[in-house]
């Protein structure tokens, strides 16, 4: 949330904002003069989050979008954020221009995601992600396969450098990020200029 360094009557787009969590922390620190619209585009998950949010005595704006075709103005928010949600998006370089395109100038977006692990831990890390995790998701939640999934699909995502120069090439002037756990996860920040 510090990186985020939101300020009250700010407006917030969180895309694949899932269960709400991030929509829940964002709406606390804009306050009731800003705005935080909850989007994803799984109807269920977005449902899921809703509950979650009207529980906790928050009434956001919620809606099934797309990050490939936004339905909002142009230069329109303060801060667009995405976790763990761009690694399923068909055209990165779409979503990401969609994404650039509704920030104002001098807007934020954060890029939660995870990403390439440290040299010295990818071997560990791929031989948990394809032999351990998917036993884990089937022993835990009967579903080895969304487990596996789960480890190609990070695999397949663009590493720290890649996807620092896709966010520059989609419009972002500055982009820098953040390692957390070895690489494990990273935090993507890009500046609308």
């Known amino acids: ?16 904002g899932g269960t709400g969590d991030l929509a829940m922390a964002f709406a606390r620190k804009v306050g009731a ?3 935080v619209v909850h989007t994803d585009i799984n109807e269920a998950m977005l449902r899921t989050g ?25 230069s329109h928010f303060d801060l667009v954020s995405v976790a763990f949600g761009l690694r399923n998006m068909t055209h990165k370089d779409a979503a990401l221009a969609e994404m650039n395109r509704v920030l104002k100038p001098g807007g934020k977006l954060l890029v939660l995601e995870f990403s390439k ?5 990818a071997k560990a890390y791929d ?14 939640a009967g579903d ?14 663009p590493g720290q450098e890649e996807l620092k120069s896709l966010m ?12 957390l756990t070895g690489g494990v996860v990273a935090l993507h920040v890009g500046i609308k200029c």
């Open 1 to 16: 949330m510090l990186v985020a360094n939101l300020q009250p009557g700010q407006q917030v787009l969180d895309i694949a």
């Open 33 to 35: 003069t800003g705005r």
């Open 50 to 74: 809703r509950d979650r949010l009207l529980d906790a005595g928050l009434a956001l704006p919620t809606l099934v979008c797309d990050a490939e075709k936004l339905p909002f103005a142009s």
């Open 117 to 121: 692990v440290a040299r010295p831990l």
């Open 127 to 140: 031989w948990y992600s394809f032999n351990v995790l998917p036993r884990l998701g089937q022993a835990v």
């Open 144 to 157: 080895a396969a969304s487990y596996r999934y789960l480890a190609e699909s990070i695999r397949m995502h």
């Open 168 to 179: 520059k090439k989609t419009g972002f002037g500055h982009v820098d990020y953040h390692n």
